[in-house]
Nanobody, 115 residues
Framework: QVQLVESGGGWVQPGGSLRLSCAAS????????IGWYRQAPGKQRELVAT???????NVANSVKGRFTISRDNVRKTGYLQMNSLRLEDTAVYLC?????????WGQGTQVTVSS
């Protein structure tokens, strides 16, 4: 069984930065893909960024140039570095890990951008 726990969320002013972490425990392998999603109130869940086992990344156009996804397979942890945060980045951020048909989700961490 795999468990994912996000951390690093909080309140930040526009233009600020946060670094989210997604710590995995259990039988998770470096062959898992990792993704970050976000969901704002009243909106659908949005894919923010993904990283393959080999380290290839993909980020949504809405965060391109501001957010960076990375992973540390030794520590079984994924990261989302968020810079130049905007009001519209406010959401619950969730991490996911998947391999073939197995998909696991974290519980989410709140990110609030406001002045």
């Amino acid at each position: 069984q795999v468990q994912l726990v996000e951390s690093g969320g909080g309140w930040v002013q526009p233009g600020g930065s946060l670094r989210l972490s997604c710590a995995a425990s259990g039988d998770i392998l470096s062959s898992f893909h990792i993704g970050w999603y976000r969901q704002a109130p009243g909106k659908q869940r949005e894919l923010v960024a993904t990283i393959t086992p080999g380290g290839t990344t993909n980020v949504a156009n809405s965060v391109k140039g501001r957010f960076t996804i990375s992973r540390d397979n030794v520590r079984k942890t994924g990261y989302l570095q968020m810079n130049s945060l905007r009001l519209e980045d406010t959401a619950v951020y969730l991490c996911a890990a998947w391999f073939q048909r197995d998909v696991y989700w974290g519980q989410g961490t709140q990110v609030t951008v406001s002045s």
